[in-house]
T-cell receptor, first 112, second 111 residues
């Protein structure tokens, strides 16, 4: 079945550590997105990519980095510069002609 | 700038009650409007959408009508079930094709 997968479901980060969240889609979508969700709040855009090898900063990109080497994959790295990384991270994708975004199941990041 | 405002939750209803979750927006032009649903511990799923004024989106018994005169896209359902308990997000797609999100409304349905 086509869809978006995110792994791991839960991720623990130690102080000063970089961690990478995986996002893979087999929908043949060009655009991919990373959002952060905090309790009781809406989604905030971290980074997005419209095509391979290109990406743009969203509203809260500081402390995060991404790459888009393949159409199917859009990994997000939470760096040690992100001082408050505990949140639920959602990846989404969209086709060029589509109106809506499709979401993965999310990764919950916790700090030890 | 563009923004979406939803009614604050949680909204608590009994099973079979009528549901309304208010959503209003501020935007230039004619944005597309969406309702997404998030079940506990999961990602978001598109519930319904409307792409132009007076369009009515519907799915799983939920409906929302794009009202340009009141800049609203209220979500309604005639008879809710316990399984409808979730967080509901209203969103608009701006002229740059980015989604602008409301804060979400938590819905709790009691048997």
């Amino acid at each position: 079945d086509g869809g978006i997968t995110q792994s791991p479901k839960y991720l623990f980060r130690k102080e000063g550590q970089n961690v990478t969240l995986s996002c893979e889609q087999n929908l043949n979508h060009d655009a991919m997105y990373w959002y952060r969700q905090d309790p009781g709040q809406g989604l905030r855009l971290i980074y997005y990519s419209q095509i391979v090898n290109d990406f743009q900063k969203g509203d809260i990109a500081e402390g995060y980095s991404v790459s888009r080497e393949k159409k199917e994959s859009f990994p997000l790295t939470v760096t040690s510069a992100q001082k408050n990384p505990t949140a639920f991270y959602l990846c989404a994708s969209k086709s060029p002609t589509g109106v809506s975004q499709y979401f993965g199941p999310g990764t919950r990041l916790l700090v030890l | 700038g563009n923004s979406v405002t939803q009614m604050e939750g949680p909204v608590t209803l009994s099973e079979e009650a009528f549901l309304t979750i208010n959503c209003t927006y501020t935007a230039t032009g004619y944005p597309s409007l969406f309702w997404y649903v998030q079940y506990p511990g999961e990602g978001l799923q598109l519930l319904l959408k409307a792409t132009k004024a007076d369009d009515k989106g519907s799915n799983k018994g939920f409906e929302a009508t794009y009202r340009k005169e009141t800049t609203s896209f209220h979500l309604e359902k005639g008879s809710v079930q316990v399984s409808d308990s979730a967080v509901y997000f209203c969103a608009l797609r701006d002229s740059n094709y980015q989604l602008i999100w409301g804060a979400g409304t938590k819905l709790i349905i009691k048997p």
